[in-house]
Nanobody, 126 residues
């Protein structure tokens, strides 16, 4: 059974940084894609960044330069380093797992994620 557990959320002031983690267990395949999504109150869930198991990554255009996605395959852990946080980054952040690669030539090519974590709350105050 796949389990994804996010951590690292919290409350910070604008301009601050947070590092989110997503610990994965029970991965049934060696080639996959993992991603960070976020959902603000009253808004749809939106993709933040995605990374294939081979390390190729992609970001939502508006977040490029402030957020960095990475993974530690040995620890089966996904990370999201968030810098220069803004109040509009306030949301619940979720990690998702896909059995297929979702990044190709720098483009986010697949949005089919079969497993999700419970989410971690990020609150940025002005």
């Amino acid at each position: 059974e796949v389990q994804l557990v996010e951590s690292g959320g919290g409350a910070v002031q604008a301009g601050g940084s947070l590092r989110l983690s997503c610990a994965a267990s029970g991965l049934p395949y060696s080639t996959y894609c993992m991603a960070w999504y976020r959902q603000a109150p009253g808004k749809e869930r939106e993709g933040v960044a995605a990374i294939n198991s081979d390390g190729s990554a992609v970001y939502t255009d508006s977040l490029t330069g402030r957020f960095t996605i990475s993974e530690d395959n040995a620890k089966n852990t996904l990370y999201l380093q968030m810098n220069s946080l803004k109040p509009e980054d306030t949301a619940t952040y979720y990690c998702g797992l896909s059995a297929v690669a979702c990044v190709e030539d720098g483009i986010w090519t697949s949005y089919e994620f079969s497993d999700w974590g419970q989410g971690t709350q990020v609150t940025v105050s002005s």
